[in-house]
């Protein structure tokens, strides 16, 4: 009570901390008539001046003022737009490295050039992190008329960019492009051999547009690389026909794990069944020897079960393709892990891509930790503050609108059923339609929103239907949405980041209508007739009530509710939204206290009848609250999983770039044979135990593998007084002998690039090897808790003794190969081919979904291409024709590893 009062009176502390922000504001203002008078030449020149400030001991704090207004008039000359008092308060925000929410239609990829232009000047490179490829393409192309008239370079990071763009885009002073773009591009610079083919920068500071659906949404799941592994197309056909037999009554399914589970009757019922197919290799269905038809059966159950087409993914051209579960658009090369998709193809019978291995990844939660300054915007961030501070410490600031928000938001609608309910809706979209209210109707799969389009046109209603089958048109759809009399059905957020404008879109009209007109009298004259009829348009539609916004059911977070509701009403414009919902809806049935619900609709409600209440509301916010802690804990625990993996990423990554940025690798060399030698000797004679005690045969077995050394231990064990330390010296002593001898026969230039190129092999081969290791491990970890042990904690121990093995590993890998083998080196230049596509995606750790696909071919071997590769092991034949690379599975029409720059079918694959 107290605190309403205080709130009332002093404000909340979010209007409080705005407020503060005026004074800036007002400093930006007066200078204003100053920054007018300059010349076009000398604004452009402001830039050159703040640099030289900078340089003179100036900070980027004290030069805002001025840089903004800077931007504000550049951004007035060129795009004829000019920054509201507002969004100079959000400028200052996003400058500050916190989260600016600003309502739809309020600006914020203008007020993005503000923090961006301040930041770049630098020099150090500032990102601008956007959703998807059209709109990084759209504003470094909009937006980045204003930071090249600032004479800032602007460059874009989208699919299908070699490596030699990226590298120049990079170096721009200001990046757009899209997060999964700039996580790929890390992940894949961290699996370069030469520091020149890396083409990222140093972090310096990012803004996320749509900073909700990137760092909270797409966080559930992991970025990852990854390589093929061996096709098994015919098992997964196999079982799905088994899964095909298996009724409702053999599983218990779970809908919010999206997990199936065979009852006893179904594990007896499915034992026969595959025994039948001849897919088990004992009777016992859970015997060790079957873990691999367990696996996919359990997969092919969840395919079949719980994945529904035109809902979770569609197929298209003969390929299974995801539906994002946020905004509807397809995920084209996404892919399913751990088998999943695989099962879905099987279900939906089309050609199985092989199954992936993982080779890199990181979490979008650790990739963005680790920009020195980060900032986002969007238009519904304030339900996930708390998160957004946990996890990355930034603070939510909510910036008022430039004008008063006149959007009605009316109560709910409650229905028994869902044709009830779509009658319902199919209804009032006529009523608005006849008026010409324009309806933008948000629905949360493709399936419902073709239902709804059917209802629809039983009413007669001409609509636009807008999902991932179409998301083509997105962007012009969506646009259109707010002319007068259109009605479009969106999947979720469709077009975000496309504002809808009553009466239509004047650029957008111009673009479709007059795209084949040239420049001159006609097309001038076109361009005047769409001004005037969308400016008498929004007018009809502003009379008619604003945009319409109708939500066919509740989403399972409230943000994704505000979002569509924010579609309306925008910068001061009348508005209207209304959400339908019934009994049936996937939020109340899954979610929902049901049994309270169905009692009361059930009971009290007659056929068609609707009902509305503040109390269903609530209990509907409730039943999102719930839903939004789970996936916060979901996306807690990933993150909590990722930490353990991330120490153990940086070591591996730092240790690779001191690796490519050394001159020679001599010490690290050296060191990992000293470390090896002394590992070997300690393994067969530990300290502290009488030499009768020694393994002295295993330790000449290792010596020779290792080493490909014989020594004279037998000689030594007759001396008295003999310890483990002097071995060890004596075995060192040899060793040593024998590599500066192999260094001696060669050419050091080249030896040294050997050294380096096998030492960055092996670091990759095992890291890889440990990823898998750890996705093992994570899946089975939470057993633990059976024995009243916590899961992380187990998980934490035992990686830091799988890291530390695997670097034992390494160290005796690299120590075996150059004491053992034998090099013949090419007289060509030794360049290392480029590091291919490999696979790139999401993968949820813990349900396997959201992985991604498009490999080339050998993608795997080449990563394990030498420089210059061991030709020989000591003691074989040594003959010049025979292929080293026969096991590799090196794709005929890749280069060869030897790096001679011919095709391997031209070169060593030829004698293979």
């Known amino acids: 009570m107290l605190g309403a009062v205080a709130k009332a009176v002093f404000g909340s502390s979010n209007d409080r901390y705005v407020k503060s922000l005026d004074k800036i504001v007002r400093v930006i203002n007066a200078l204003e008539p100053q920054i007018e008078a300059l010349t076009d030449a000398e604004l452009s020149a402001q830039t050159d001046k703040f640099r030289e400030q900078l340089a003179a001991g100036a900070t980027l704090d004290g030069i805002l003022p001025e840089a903004f207004a800077t931007v504000r008039e550049a951004a007035r000359r060129v795009l004829g737009m000019r920054h509201f008092d507002v969004q100079m308060v959000g400028g200052i925000v996003l400058h500050r490295g916190e989260i600016a929410e600003m309502r739809t239609g309020e600006g914020k990829t203008l007020v993005a050039t503000l923090a961006t232009y301040l930041n770049a000047i630098e020099g150090k490179g500032v990102h601008v992190v956007t959703v998807n490829d059209y709109l990084a393409t759209r504003d470094a192309e909009w937006m980045g008329q204003i930071h090249r008239f600032l004479g800032l370079s602007v460059g874009t990071i989208i699919p299908g960019k070699d490596e030699a763009e990226r590298r120049e885009a990079y170096a721009a002073d200001i990046t757009y492009g899209t997060n999964n773009e700039f996580g790929f591009d890390y992940l894949r610079d961290n699996m370069k051999h030469e520091r020149n083919q890396m083409v990222q920068r140093p972090f310096n500071y990012a803004i996320v547009d749509e900073v909700d659906s990137i760092l909270i949404d797409e966080a559930r799941t992991p970025l990852i690389i990854s390589g093929p592994t061996e096709d098994k197309s015919d098992l997964y056909v196999a079982v799905d026909e088994v899964v095909g037999r298996i009724g409702p009554e053999y ?19 499915a034992e026969r069944m595959l025994e039948e197919a001849g897919l088990l290799e004992t009777s016992n269905l859970y015997d060790v020897e079957n873990t691999q038809v367990v696996h996919h059966l359990d997969q092919a159950l969840r395919a079949n079960v719980m994945f529904k087409r035109d809902i979770d993914y569609i197929v298209k051209d003969e390929k299974v393709v995801i539906i994002d579960e946020f905004t509807g658009r397809m995920m084209d090369g996404r892919r399913w892990s751990n088998g999943l998709h695989q099962a879905v193809e099987a279900k939906e019978r089309v050609k199985i891509e092989p199954e992936n291995q993982t080779m890199a990844s990181i979490t979008f939660q650790n990739y963005f930790r680790m920009y020195p300054k980060l900032s986002g915007m969007t238009g519904t961030a304030a339900t996930e503050a708390a998160e957004f501070y946990d996890i990355y410490k930034m603070n939510v600031v909510t910036i008022p609108t430039n004008l008063p928000i006149q959007r009605i938001d009316e109560e709910d609608e409650f229905y028994k059923n869902t044709n009830d309910k779509f009658r319902a809706i199919a209804k009032a979209i006529r009523e608005k339609n006849e008026i010409g209210q324009p309806v933008l109707v948000g629905t949360v799969s493709i399936e419902k929103s073709e239902l709804l389009s059917q209802f629809l046109k039983e009413e007669g209603v001409q609509h636009a239907v807008l999902n991932a089958r179409f998301h083509e048109m997105e962007a012009h759809i969506v ?8 009605v479009t059905i969106a999947t979720n957020m469709a077009g975000r980041g ?21 420049e001159g009298p006609e097309r001038d ?13 929004r007018e009809q539609v502003k009379a008619a009530g604003g945009l319409f916004v109708l939500g066919t059911e509740r989403h399972e977070s409230r943000r994704i509710d505000n979002q569509l509701r924010g579609r309306s009403g925008r910068q001061g414009d009348p508005g209207l939204s209304r959400f339908y919902l019934c009994l049936e809806d996937d939020l109340l049935r899954i979610f929902g206290p049901d049994t309270l619900f169905a009692r009361m609709m059930n009971s009290n409600l007659a056929d068609g009848e609707a009902i509305g ?4 509301s609530k209990a509907i916010e409730t039943a999102q609250k719930k839903v939004e802690a789970r996936n916060y804990d979901i996306r807690k625990q990933v993150v909590e999983y990722d930490d353990v993996m991330n120490d153990q990423r940086k070591v591996v990554y730092e240790q690779r770039a001191e690796i490519m940025d050394s001159e020679t690798v001599d010490d690290v060399v050296f060191e990992m044979r000293q470390d090896t030698v002394n590992t070997l000797v300690a393994d067969a004679c530990p300290a502290g135990s009488y030499p009768e005690q020694w393994n002295v045969e295993d330790l000449k077995v290792k010596v020779l593998d290792v080493l490909g050394l014989e020594p004279p231990i037998d000689e030594w064990m007759q001396e008295d007084a003999l310890e483990p330390e002097i071995i060890e010296e004596r075995i060192a002593q040899l060793a040593d002998a024998k590599m500066e001898s192999k260094i001696a026969s060669n050419d050091p230039g080249i030896w040294r690039q050997v050294e380096k190129s096998i030492l960055l092999d092996r670091l990759d081969y095992h890291w890889k090897e440990h990823l898998a290791t750890l996705d093992a491990l994570r899946q089975v970890v939470f057993l633990r808790a059976y024995a009243q042990k916590q899961p992380i904690n187990e998980y934490k121990r035992e990686a830091f003794g799988l ?49 991604a696909a498009g490999v080339m071919p050998g993608a795997e071997a080449m990563l394990g291409a030498l420089a210059a590769v061991p030709q020989t092991a000591a003691g074989a034949s040594g003959s010049a024709t025979e292929n080293p690379y026969a096991h590799m599975n090196i794709s005929r029409n890749a280069p060869c590893p030897c790096g001679s720059g011919n095709k391997y079918k031209h070169c060593h694959g030829a004698v293979g």
């Not at 599983?251 to 019922?269: F, I, M």
């Not at 076109?526 to 400016?535: F, S």
């Not at 209440?613 to 269903?616: N, P, Q």
């Open 251 to 269: 599983y218990e399914a779970d809908e919010k794990a999206k997990s199936v589970t065979l009852t006893e009757e179904g594990v007896e019922l």
């Open 479 to 486: 646009a259109q949405a707010g002319r007068l009399g259109a």
């Open 498 to 518: 496309t504002d809808i404008q009553l009466g239509g879109n004047v650029e957008f009209r111009i673009e479709d209508e007059l795209r084949d007109i040239p």
């Open 525 to 537: 004259a076109g361009i005047e007739r769409i001004r005037r009829e969308v400016a008498e348009a």
């Open 613 to 616: 209440s503040k109390w269903l």
């Open 803 to 851: 890291f530390e093995r695997m670097l034992d590993t390494i160290r005796e890998d690299v120590t075996r190969i150059l004491m053992n083998s034998e090099f013949q080196f090419q007289p060509q230049p030794m360049d290392l081919p480029e590091l291919p596509d490999f696979l790139t995606g999401h993968i949820d750790p813990f349900t396997g979904e959201n992985d």
